[in-house]
C-alpha cells in the first residue's frame, strides 16, 4: 500500500544531542510537511517542499532543518534539542493537483521525541 | 486571538446522539477547510472538507459559513467509534501558503 513512513518511531535524546528524524513516502506526491505536536495541542506547521522549493514557517526556530534529497525522502534535524522540543512530529505528503491549499494531507504515524 | 479555535470539549455524549462542533478562523482571505480526525496517541486522518456549500459524507455534515468566519462539524448517530479528536483545518494561499491545525475538540461516545 502507498504510505508515509516515520522512522524511528520513538526517539530519545539528550539536551543538546543533535538528532535527524527521517520520513518516506511511496506516494509520489510532491509536497512534503513537518509538523510539531506537543500533548494535547495543534500540529504545528514547521516548514514545507513544494517539490525542492523549501519553505520555512517565519516562527519556526532555527534550531531545526530539513533537507529533502529527493521526491521520496525528507529529513528534520535538530541540532540542539531542548526540553522544549519534546513532541510528537508528523510527517505529511500531498499532491497538488491545483493550488496547494485545496489537497489533502497524508500523514505517517509520526515520531516522539523524548529529551533527556 | 488565535487563528483557528475550537472548543477543547471534552464533549461526552451516549451512542445515538448527535453533537455538533464549531470552528472559528480569524483570516478572511482563508480558501479551504477541511475536518481530521486523531486518535489516541496516531496521526490524524482527514474526515472530509468543508464546502461553501455544505457537504455531506454519511452521518457526517459539514458547513462553512465564510461571512461569520466559521466552520462546523455534524455527528449524527453517534457510534462508540467516533470518539477521537476532531481537528479544524484551515488552509490559505494568499501571500504563501499557510495551514492552520485547531487544537482539536475531544469527542467521548459511550455506550
Known amino acids: 500500500d502507498a504510505m508515509v513512513i516515520q522512522n524511528p518511531r520513538y526517539q530519545v535524546t539528550q539536551f543538546g544531542k543533535p538528532v535527524t528524524l527521517s520520513c518516506s513516502q511511496t506516494?509520489?506526491?510532491?509536497?512534503m510537511y513537518w509538523y510539531q505536536q506537543k500533548s494535547s495541542q495543534a500540529p504545528k506547521l514547521l516548514f514545507h517542499?513544494?517539490?525542492?522549493?523549501?519553505?520555512n514557517e517565519a516562527d519556526t526556530p532555527d534550531n531545526f532543518q530539513s533537507r529533502r534529497p529527493n521526491t521520496s525522502f525528507c529529513f528534520l534535524d535538530i541540532r540542539s534539542p531542548g526540553l522544549g522540543d519534546a513532541a510528537m512530529y508528523l510527517c505529511?505528503?500531498?499532491?497538488?493537483?491545483?493550488?496547494?491549499?485545496?489537497?489533502?494531507?497524508?500523514f505517517g504515524p509520526g515520531t516522539r521525541l523524548t529529551v533527556l | 486571538r488565535k487563528e483557528v479555535e475550537q472548543d477543547p470539549g471534552p464533549f461526552n455524549v451516549p451512542e445515538g446522539a448527535t453533537v455538533a462542533f464549531n470552528c472559528t478562523y480569524s483570516?478572511?482571505?482563508?480558501?479551504?477547510f477541511f475536518w481530521y480526525r486523531q486518535d489516541c496517541r496516531k496521526e490524524p486522518k482527514l474526515l472530509m472538507s468543508?464546502?461553501?456549500s455544505g457537504n455531506e459524507d454519511g452521518r457526517f455534515t459539514a458547513q462553512l459559513n465564510r461571512a461569520s468566519q466559521y466552520i462546523s462539524l455534524l455527528i449524527r448517530d453517534s457510534k462508540l467509534s467516533d470518539s477521537a479528536t476532531y481537528l479544524c483545518?484551515?488552509?490559505?494561499?494568499?501571500?504563501?501558503?499557510?495551514?492552520?491545525f485547531g487544537a482539536g475538540t475531544r469527542l467521548f461516545v459511550k455506550a
Open positions: 483545518v484551515v488552509n490559505t494561499n494568499t501571500g504563501g501558503f499557510k495551514t492552520i
Open positions: 468543508v464546502y461553501s
Open positions: 505529511a505528503t500531498s499532491s497538488p493537483d491545483r493550488d496547494i491549499s485545496y489537497n489533502e494531507q497524508f
Open positions: 506516494l509520489n506526491h510532491n509536497v
Open positions: 517542499y513544494y517539490d525542492k522549493d523549501f519553505n
Open positions: 483570516n478572511s482571505a482563508s480558501q479551504s
